[in-house]
């Protein structure tokens, strides 16, 4: 049963170049070849046809492959190149300084490919590099040719720092880069399908940007300030009214209680007239009482007397 | 010891080439030595070839077209350069979509497709014939319009053959995607009546 060989573990790795020979596990190694990744064997010096889009079942190992190089019946050279042939970005850095002394910084954004056919010239990298082809290693192999050929030449003629923002700045670089870079680039087996300038704020933009920084912060201020100016008008006015307000509830709270206090006022008196009226009408009625109680006892006391001078004038005559 | 796996299996009757079709088979055996159409056994094969060729051929002529954009770069024409840049942009369009385009699986039993017929065979056959046409004569115009550059001819012209160069491409990539409906109409199963 074949193990399964990856050749690309992370996603910088862009071409590989391995020796068969040196896989010397039990088991044979395969690997699948995507439609964006393709391969090429390196036989005793002679170039195999670029595979893709397949299985390729063993590349190396096995218990075959160990009887057979102990029986001299294998190659004695054998390496394989792998390589991602679909696009990818690099970004190469650069730093340059016009003849006016402008510092431009920034990066350059380059799209390339590996097609499948070019794969047999990233050989020329593997002769002086090591047998893994990333994007760092590729960007730091291009950085001296893209900044002293391309970027050098291309801000050299620049005098001021607004002209490179434009798009016929950039469509002109995308041209020249084109132009520059394809020996370079051939050279290694890949095509540029494009690249664009990324730079960095200059001084003079980093200045346009403080002072429009300031206008905004200070346009933010005036706008914060009229804001809060109309809040505490609002505000004021809110006050005032609810003192109005608080006012006249006192006011009328105020009345409320005074006529609450004649009416309790009154209420008492009437109270004080009522006892005051019962009083005399008892005093009234005791004088009544008493007066003919007085004129029963005087009527009486004059009947008695009537009757003792009746009868004491019956006495008389009778003496 | 190097072995690839060649699994090509795709049904269980055997069919051949149309007849009808011979012309258009002769035509690409002529640019394509070893085409033998879409037969038992060959399929994922001529796809493979004619894809390779479509690629081939726009290369070629990408190439024609740098050559243009690098020389009207510096004689100073940058319309003219920037036509070629989109032209090739397009070429590079259009390769990834011949490189990256799917072609079916092995197994016709196991993906459902159904079995290849001469219909079908002969479609595909005229279809790659007529996609190498287009794509042969875009490079036929990439080559023309890199002469007249290089005989100091008016440079309207030149551009104007860029151009139909660049429209002939993306005809091209038009017409080679009609491929992909095709196959995945072979991934239709039949419809029970």
Known sequence: ?319 | MIYFRNQLHYGLKMVFTPIDALPYLRGLQAVLAGYEGYTKGKRRAADQAVRNELVRAARRTRNHITNIHDAAFVLGRHELAQSAKRCCSSIDAFVEDVSKASSGVTHSFLSGQRVMKNGDQKRLIRHDYEVITLVTKATNLANAAERQLGSNQDPVEVEQLVKRCQQMVTSSAGFFSERTMMLDGLRQKKRRK
């Open chain 1, 1 to 319: 049963m074949a193990q399964t060989y990856k050749w690309r573990n992370t996603p910088d790795i862009l071409a590989r170049i391995i020796d068969g020979n040196e896989i010397t596990t039990w088991r044979s190694q395969r690997v699948t070849l995507k439609p964006n990744e393709a391969c090429m064997f390196i036989i005793n010096g002679q170039l195999s046809p670029v595979f893709s889009d397949q299985n390729i079942n063993q590349i190396g190992g096995g218990f075959p492959r160990f009887l057979a190089s102990i029986l001299k019946a294998t190659a004695v050279d054998r390496r394989v190149v792998f390589g991602m042939t679909g696009p990818f970005d690099l970004a190469v850095p650069f730093s340059t300084q016009s003849q006016s002394g402008l510092k431009f910084q920034g990066h350059v954004r380059m799209r390339l490919q590996l097609m499948k056919e070019d794969l047999p010239k990233v050989l020329n990298y593997f002769v002086n590099h090591s047998p893994v082809l990333t994007r760092t290693s590729l960007a730091r192999l291009l950085y001296e040719h893209v900044n002293q050929r391309l970027i050098a030449s291309t801000f050299s003629a620049c005098t001021d720092e607004t002209s490179f923002r434009d798009e016929a700045f950039q469509s002109h670089f995308a041209m020249k880069a084109e132009m520059l870079l394809r020996p370079q680039l051939a050279s290694l087996g890949l095509t540029l399908l494009g690249a664009y300038l990324v730079p960095q704020r200059t001084s003079l933009e980093t200045v346009n940007l403080h002072r429009s920084n300031q206008t905004h912060a200070l346009e933010q201020e005036r706008i914060n300030a009229e804001v809060t100016q109309h809040a505490i008008s609002l505000r004021q006015s809110t006050a005032l009214r609810q003192i109005e307000c608080e006012v006249e509830v006192a006011r009328a709270k105020i009345r409320g209680d005074q006529t609450l206090e004649a009416e309790a006022a009154l209420t008492s008196l009437r109270r004080l007239e009522a006892v005051l009226r019962s009083e005399d009408e008892r005093k009234i009625r005791l004088n009544l009482e008493k007066e003919r109680s007085h004129s029963i006892r005087m009527k009486a006391a004059m009947e008695m007397f009537q009757l003792v001078q009746e009868s004491k004038r019956s006495r008389e005559s009778t003496n």
